[in-house]
């Protein structure tokens, strides 16, 4: 092979790497099967993957789970039973004392080589404008051919099983996290619910938020991709909070991506949080 046709050839799957890792770019939420169990109930939670809440396109592989917990009150409990259908991760785990709890899913970080221009793609096409306009208005890419994303995804949801203590505003430790601000159980339509959004602890500030609302559909209607969600664009406040308006009851998530430069010497340039709150707001 010529070394011209080697230099196109690398040219070329440095572009495709970042072609595919943009059409693979997915939120990655968790829906579970009831959000209210009976006494001694056990929790039945499925992972999904795909652009269009709450309809999955793929199963997460188990291999990279991270971390998968219930939260109670009381402390935290490791997820007893993983395992994986067609188009989603299954949870399944029955926690030792009623209450509430928090079901928390982490992912092992991934890493793309992908060229200047496909990592610009990917933040404009996957809702990055804040972080594209300081690419640019800094130039941070200038005189480079490529770059190393590193992304990572991080999930819950807040499930009742019987009547218990409660466990709404524990933290997960996830390195990007939404935090409610109150008792989602309480949560009815024509309410206004408060989140609050967390960097590796701290309130984050003017970040865009969107929330998917979607009524809440029998399971085979989300497998034929049939629910079309109402989503409506946010940005978190000073104080990294941000105020979901309920217009109905359904099932709704809060989702984010947050793109920080990563750290001098970790292996990539820039890193990629996804972070998603999954929750259920009552009809008056």
Same mark, same amino acid.
Request: charged share 20%; net charge positive; proline share 5%.
């Given at each position: 092979?010529?070394?011209?046709?080697?230099?196109?050839?690398?040219?070329?799957?440095?572009? %495709?790497?970042?072609?595919?890792?943009?059409?693979?770019?997915?939120?990655? *939420?968790?829906?579970?099967?009831?959000?209210?169990?009976?006494?001694?109930?056990? &929790? !039945?939670?499925?992972?999904?993957?795909?652009?269009?809440?709450?309809?999955?396109?793929?199963?997460?592989?188990?291999?990279?789970? !991270?971390?998968?917990?219930?939260?109670?009150?009381?402390?935290?409990?490791?997820?007893?039973?993983?395992?994986?259908?067609?188009?989603?991760?299954?949870?399944?785990?029955?926690?030792?004392?009623?209450?509430?709890?928090?079901?928390?899913?982490? &992912?092992?970080?991934?890493?793309?080589?992908?060229?200047?221009?496909?990592?610009?793609?990917?933040?404009?096409?996957? #809702?990055?404008?804040?972080? &594209?306009?300081?690419?640019?208005?800094?130039?941070? &890419?200038?005189?480079?051919?490529?770059?190393?994303?590193?992304?990572?995804?991080?999930? @819950?949801?807040?499930?009742?099983?019987?009547?218990?203590?409660?466990?709404?505003?524990?933290? !997960? #430790?996830?390195?990007?996290?939404?935090?409610?601000?109150?008792?989602?159980?309480? *949560?009815?339509?024509?309410? =206004?619910?408060?989140?609050?959004?967390?960097?590796?602890?701290?309130? %984050?500030?003017?970040?865009?938020?969107?929330?998917?609302?979607? =009524?809440?559909?029998?399971?085979?209607?989300?497998?034929?991709?049939?629910? @079309?969600?109402?989503?409506?664009?946010?940005? =978190?406040?000073?104080?990294?909070?941000?105020?979901?308006? %309920?217009?109905? #009851?359904?099932?709704?998530?809060?989702?984010?991506?947050?793109?920080?430069?990563?750290?001098?010497?970790?292996?990539?340039? *820039?890193?990629?949080? *996804?972070?998603?709150?999954?929750?259920? !707001?009552?009809?008056?």
């Amino acid at each position: 092979m010529s070394r011209h046709a080697r230099v196109l050839g690398s040219a070329s799957a440095v572009l %495709l790497a970042g072609v595919a890792a943009v059409a693979s770019a997915h939120d990655f *939420w968790l829906v579970p099967d009831a959000f209210q169990l009976a006494r001694g109930g056990t &929790l !039945a939670v499925e992972g999904r993957t795909s652009s269009n809440f709450p309809a999955s396109l793929s199963a997460v592989t188990t291999d990279r789970i !991270a971390s998968a917990e219930v939260i109670g009150a009381a402390g935290r409990e490791r997820i007893g039973v993983v395992g994986q259908g067609p188009s989603v991760l299954r949870l399944r785990h029955r926690p030792s004392a009623p209450g509430q709890y928090v079901v928390a899913v982490q &992912l092992h970080p991934r890493s793309v080589r992908e060229s200047a221009a496909g990592f610009r793609h990917y933040l404009d096409v996957e #809702g990055a404008p804040d972080a &594209l306009a300081r690419v640019d208005r800094e130039g941070l &890419l200038a005189g480079r051919d490529s770059v190393t994303r590193r992304y990572a995804k991080y999930a @819950k949801t807040i499930v009742e099983v019987g009547e218990g203590a409660r466990a709404w505003s524990s933290e !997960a #430790g996830h390195p990007l996290e939404f935090v409610p601000a109150s008792d989602p159980s309480r *949560w009815r339509a024509g309410d =206004t619910a408060t989140v609050v959004l967390r960097y590796r602890g701290t309130p %984050l500030p003017g970040i865009r938020v969107h929330v998917d609302q979607a =009524t809440w559909p029998a399971m085979e209607a989300v497998a034929a991709r049939q629910v @079309k969600p109402r989503t409506v664009e946010l940005r =978190t406040d000073g104080a990294g909070q941000v105020m979901v308006p %309920l217009d109905r #009851g359904g099932l709704m998530a809060v989702r984010t991506i947050h793109v920080v430069q990563a750290a001098q010497g970790s292996g990539a340039d *820039w890193d990629t949080h *996804w972070a998603t709150l999954v929750f259920r !707001a009552a009809a008056r």
